[in-house]
């Protein structure tokens, strides 16, 4: 069986499916963040050390293989998918995932919507950028729901899978302009945090695990995308994710294009703190403020391209479908 095919041209892997035997599996990176992402939007991100500054979660031997990671969901009138298939496993009517040096591009399309997610680390950056453009394939209106998802590792990645009697007490979280920070241990002992913010307004946004999915629901069942309203949850210990629900009203043939930011950000011991208890973030502000435009990140990615000796191919908004 034919899963995929060399696309020379482009020097990309093709998958073209979804049912592979065996996630699939890109590597992000080339200074000091790194990601790794499955053609399905699993895997996971770390600052130079993939155990001990672990920011988003990944479960080894999990059932289902591959489940969490990256998602977004889209809700079109009820309608509940992702580019990706995992995990709610709706069936799409087209389905490409494209691994290139240093990025991946997923793209899904089910009922007259297409959702292309991009997946890059910017040069001397330590962020991995998000850049999802849907596009209303049909001809008529849509108004549909987009929701981001990660799960946060507690940093120490062996840690974070065995020492439940303590980390399900110390999650922290904080959300400030619609950017989401984790924060955890920050106060006790450490100088580094995560930001995980997106350019443009929300409607919502959730950051406690259990209140995106519905108590004892796994993440095929997420209650807050089934039900197009986010919780506006803030965690306290317990399992901290980042979620942004974003609203997005296309005219036939009409693209809208989302860039998300995921950063870790470091503060000497001098510059902690901006006020008493409050974390000092002007390195996020400075980091989000860079792709507050789509235009920034697709420069971003072409300069990224360029250093890997290879023009970058932007998502379809600028070459047409």
């Known amino acids: 069986m034919q899963f995929g095919h060399f696309d020379d041209e482009a020097r990309e892997y093709v998958i073209t499916t979804p049912h592979t035997p065996y996630p699939w599996i890109n590597y992000l990176g080339a200074q000091d963040f790194f990601g790794l992402v499955s053609h399905t939007g699993g895997g996971y991100s770390f600052y130079r050390d993939a155990k001990l500054r672990r920011l988003t979660r990944y479960r080894y031997n999990n059932v289902p293989v591959d489940d969490g990671g990256r998602y977004f969901t889209i809700n079109d009138g009820g309608d509940v998918w992702s580019p990706g298939f995992r995990p709610y496993k709706t069936e799409l009517d087209r389905f490409e995932t494209r691994h290139g040096m240093g990025y991946t591009r997923i793209t899904g399309e089910r009922g007259g919507l297409e959702a292309s997610v991009l997946f890059f680390v910017p040069v001397d950056t330590n962020a991995e950028i998000h850049q999802v453009t849907l596009t ?3 001809d008529a209106d849509k108004s549909v729901s987009l929701f981001a998802f990660l799960e946060f590792c507690l940093w120490n990645a062996e840690d974070d899978q065995t020492n439940y009697q303590r980390n399900l007490s110390i999650g922290e979280v904080e959300v400030v302009d619609g950017a989401i920070y984790h924060k955890t241990e920050y106060r006790e002992r450490r100088d580094h945090y995560a930001v995980y913010g997106v350019n ?6 959730d950051t406690d695990r259990d209140t995106f999915l519905g108590f004892g629901n796994g993440f095929d069942e997420a209650a807050v995308p089934h039900a197009a309203k986010s919780g506006d949850s803030i965690v306290s210990g317990w399992y901290p994710i980042a979620s942004h629900h974003l609203k997005a009203d296309l005219e036939p ?16 011991r001098d510059n902690k703190w901006e006020a008493p208890g409050i974390i000092n973030k002007s390195g996020a502000r400075e980091l989000l403020a860079r792709f507050a435009t789509n235009e920034a990140a697709d420069a971003a990615f072409a300069q990224a391209q360029r250093l890997l000796g290879r023009p970058a191919r932007l998502v379809h908004r600028h070459l047409g479908r």
């Open 200 to 205: 443009a307004p929300i409607e919502g946004f």
């Open 136 to 138: 209303n394939t049909s």
């Open 253 to 268: 043939g009409e693209s809208r294009t989302f860039t998300f930011v995921l950063g870790y950000l470091e503060n000497d």
